[in-house]
């Protein structure tokens, strides 16, 4: 048996029109809302805001453009490692079968214009969720492999969780 690869796709050509032949094909489909996040959002506005005080050569408030306080804390269960590790700390704040399914529900055999609206229905009422960078995460692990995926991911492991040989 063949096993094609798993399709993800948060980027549709023609949006905010998106074709249900293709749709029906991917196993995962979002609404272009991978940069929705509340610290994606926050990013983009501090750079646009930097940007155009450095083009009016202007210096910014002290402190100013912060990301809000309560970096979260991810808690998992036991001893994870490797890709369940990654699984783990990537299902954390983000619920892939949650924005798929509304996806489908939005566009599936609605007429044209109908879906394009909900598409974009979907992008401007998104829902709030957070990064998880910066994100202090408390488990278990047995290799210095799996502290690397915590730290590549932008993640600090709590050291009263270090385990293993």
């Not at 994606?40 to 005080?53: E, V």
């Not at 490692?81 to 509304?102: E, K, P, S, T, V």
């Not at 007429?111 to 909900?118: E, G, K, P």
């Amino acid at each position: 048996a063949v096993h094609a690869p798993t399709v993800i796709l948060d980027v549709w050509e023609g949006e905010p029109s998106v074709s249900e032949g293709l749709l029906s094909k991917v196993q995962y489909g979002s609404a272009h809302i991978a940069g929705y996040s509340l610290d994606g959002k926050l990013l983009a506005t501090k750079m646009l805001k930097n940007a155009l005080l450095e083009h009016l050569k202007m210096s910014p408030a002290t402190g100013d453009g912060e990301l809000p306080a309560g970096v979260p804390s991810i808690h998992l269960p036991g001893t994870l490692g490797g890709a369940a590790l990654l699984r783990a700390l990537l299902q954390h704040n983000y619920d892939l079968g949650l924005d798929d399914r509304l996806l489908r529900e939005a566009v599936c055999g609605q007429r044209a214009f109908v879906a394009a609206a909900n598409f974009d229905r979907l992008r401007k009422e998104y829902r709030a969720r957070r990064e998880i960078f910066g994100a202090n995460v408390e488990v278990t692990l047995s290799s210095p492999v799996d502290l690397n995926i915590i730290e590549t991911m932008g993640c600090r492991q709590l050291e009263s969780c270090v385990g293993g040989p």
